[in-house]
């Protein structure tokens, strides 16, 4: 599955943003999706996972109560709604794909990467 993110960009502290990720391919339903970001500087971090139905989800601490992942099978697209956005959200979001079924918060547990979206949180 190929996987293009999007929706990027710059806001102010305590602003909203929702990213989006258009995959490719007839199966998506079929995949766990997730979000993971990097910050400058830091390693690849888990933000927030979805099973195939949507159903399941799960969201790193740090981000629990402000972002929530969705996903449309109709639209072949994953979704990251940012809320109460803080400076130390600032950095490039990917989205993963896996296939199969529950949900994953390694990024080795992935096997398909969109290109990332930056977020620069300003304040």
């Known amino acids: 599955v190929q996987l293009q993110a999007s929706g990027g960009g710059l806001v102010q502290v305590g602003g909203s943003l929702r990213l989006s990720c258009a995959a490719s391919?007839?199966?998506?339903?079929?995949?766990?999706m997730g979000w993971f970001r990097q910050a400058p500087g830091k390693e690849r971090e888990f933000v927030a996972t979805?099973?195939?139905?949507?159903?399941?989800?799960y969201y790193a601490d740090s981000v629990k109560g402000r972002f929530t992942i969705s996903r449309d099978n109709a639209k072949n697209t994953v979704y990251l709604q940012m809320n109460s956005l803080k400076p130390e959200g600032t950095a490039v979001y990917y989205c993963a794909a896996q296939l199969g079924s529950g949900t994953r918060v390694g990024a080795y547990e992935y096997d398909s990467w969109g290109q990332g979206t930056l977020v620069t949180v300003s304040s």
């Open positions: 391919g007839r199966t998506f339903s079929s995949y766990v």
């Open positions: 979805v099973d195939w139905s949507g159903g399941s989800l």
